[in-house]
Structure formats: structure tokens, C-alpha cells
């Protein structure tokens, strides 16, 4: 996700989110100022995680996201962390 998306809690309100809709991953904070995540689970549920990633926490301003599919990495919970793992 790109535009105002660091410093307004996105990471720790995904997280909340993601734990809610039941779907697995991450979630960081890149160096170019965007956020990445990953999101694994029932579709209807990665797809409400995408819808929620366009506008994001109440006062992010998300001007793009891009969704890439991926195979399944059969992640567990959902976490913050510091850099996108590998």
C-alpha cells in the first residue's frame, strides 16, 4: 500500500483486521515509506483484507495497492513484523 500509510497505525489496526476476518500472514513498513502484507486464508476473507487495505485505519490516505497472487505459504496467525520475510 502506497500514500499516507506509515505513522497512522496501519500495521497494529491490520493486524486487528486481519485477526477478525480469521486470515493468516504479516504485515511491515518498508523503507520507501509503503506498508506490504501478506494474507492467507478463506478467499472471501483475503478479499475483505484487500477491500479494507484501500482506505486502511481512520486516518491513513492510501493511494494504491497492488495485490500480487501468490501460492499459499501455509502461514500461522497474523504478525507484525520488521522487515518482509523471505
Known amino acids: 500500500m ?6 497512522v497505525f496501519f ?3 491490520c493486524r486487528r483486521e486481519a485477526t ?4 493468516s500472514g504479516w504485515v511491515c513498513n518498508r523503507a520507501d515509506g509503503a506498508v ?13 483484507m484487500c477491500a479494507w487495505c ?9 493511494s494504491r495497492v497492488e495485490v500480487i497472487e501468490e501460492r499459499p ?4 496467525g497474523f ?4 522487515y518482509a520475510p523471505e
Do not use: K, L, N
Open 73 to 76: 505459504r501455509s502461514e500461522s
Open 11 to 13: 500495521r497494529d489496526t
Open 20 to 23: 477478525r476476518h480469521g486470515v
Open 36 to 48: 506490504e502484507a501478506v494474507f492467507e486464508g478463506a478467499s472471501d476473507a483475503v478479499e475483505a
Open 2 to 7: 502506497w500514500g499516507q500509510v506509515q505513522g
Open 54 to 62: 484501500e482506505s486502511g485505519p481512520r486516518h491513513a490516505s492510501v
Open 79 to 82: 504478525r507484525i513484523v520488521a
